[in-house]
Each structure stands twice: as C-alpha cells, then as structure tokens.
T-cell receptor, first 112, second 116 residues
C-alpha cells in the first residue's frame, strides 16, 4: 500500500464548475500538506500549503486537511480552462528531513 | 533569478550507454532533490542533498544510478548502463530550507529521457 493515494483521473468538468480533488494517506506522522500544480511538459509548482489540520483559502482555491480521517482536499471554485493541469498532493512529517511524499497526481481538464 | 536549470531537456540514447543529467539549483538554496516521474509510478524522490552532502539516497533504484553535488551550484545524476525501463522525466528541485520545517521546492523543467 502506498503512503499517499490519489485518484489519477482524468477528471473533466465544464468551465465554472466546482472541482474537488482528494488524497488519502496512511502515515499519521505527516504534518505538512501541499498541493502542487503541473502543466503539461512543465515541472510541478507549489499551489497551496497547509500545516496540520484545518482550511486554507487563496482566491478560488481552498485546501482542507482532516488528520483524523487522514484525508486532504483541494477545492477549485469557478474553474477555468487555465486550471487544466495535473494536481499532485504532497506531504511530509516533522523532524529534520526534507523528504516529500507525492501522490500519483490527478489530471484535470476544464472545458470551455 | 532564472529558477532551477536542467540540461539537457531531452535525451535519447541506446541501451547500455551512459547518461548524465545536470542541474543548477537556485542560488542560495541549501537543499537539492532529484525526482523521477513516470505514468505508472508518479513522482518518486531518488536522492536529496543538504549543503552538497547526500542525506537520503534510499530512492535510488539500483547501483546503476549515482548522483553527485561537487559544489552548491551544480549536481549530476548519472545512469550507467542505461536500460529502457529508465525512460522517464527526471526533475531536479531546490529549496531554501527543508529540514525540520517544510519549505517550497522549486522544480526545474525536467529532462525527458528515452532509452531505446
């Protein structure tokens, strides 16, 4: 079993839809949770970052962490064609290590 | 800053040949990471360095893979001999911190490797 599970999709939605992307994990030591966005033939770039449990909002994007369920989500409101990309969740524990564990990534297509 | 620089962007080689991938991290960043991305396995960490010292190489698939960081501005990932199953996109990333606290990892554009 992988430490981080993410449905690879693809997920196709019409422009303006609300998108929900999710990851589950098994390691209760994870404290830092991130979402990276990767456009086709590009490197991933950090989109959202959350420490421990709770919600974080940034414009049209909201990240949620539920540590009791070992479940994290990324919501995109009013989705745009420019949001079409692969979204990867990533996480790490505390302690002196820089190692991130990535999910498989979910490919999202927003159709005009 | 120009961001993380990787070369070459594309590499096509034949099985058994040596392949060297290069990375220049963002100036001032203390951590450097090498990742491999495939459709089947996603994004996998191969090795990472802190202040030019390898910290964790548990993701290096086998002895055919080696990585070095001779100075703060340059790192190489070498595959010798290469095999078709090594075909993937290899990313280099760097971060300012990365130890006890999390920090943003900045990824390069990747090297797309095809081994025939």
């Amino acid at each position: 079993q992988k430490e981080v599970e993410q449905d690879p999709g693809p997920l196709s939605v019409p422009e303006g839809a609300i998108v929900s992307l999710n990851c589950t994990y098994s390691n209760s030591a994870f404290q830092y949770f991130m979402w990276y966005r990767q456009y086709s033939r590009k490197g991933p770039e950090l989109l959202m970052y959350t420490y421990s449990s709770g919600n974080k909002e940034d414009g049209r994007f909201t990240a949620q962490v539920d540590k009791s369920s070992k479940y994290i989500s990324l919501f995109i409101r009013d989705s745009q064609p420019s949001d079409s990309a692969t979204y990867l969740c990533a996480m790490k524990g505390s302690g002196n290590t820089g190692k991130l564990i990535f999910g498989q990534g979910t490919t999202l297509q927003v159709k005009p | 800053d120009a961001g993380v620089i990787q070369s070459p962007r594309h590499e096509v080689t034949e099985m058994g040949q040596e392949v060297t991938l290069r990375c220049k991290p963002i100036s001032g960043h203390d951590y450097l990471f090498w990742y491999r991305q495939t459709m089947m396995r996603g994004l996998e960490l191969l090795i990472y360095f802190n202040n030019n010292v390898p910290i964790d190489d548990s993701g290096m698939p086998e002895d055919r893979f080696s990585a070095k960081m001779p100075n703060a501005s340059f790192s190489t990932l070498k595959i010798q001999p290469s095999e078709p199953r090594d075909s993937a996109v290899y990313f280099c990333a760097s971060s300012l911190y990365g130890g006890e606290y999390s920090d943003t990892q900045y990824f390069g554009p990747g090297t797309r490797l095809t081994v025939l």
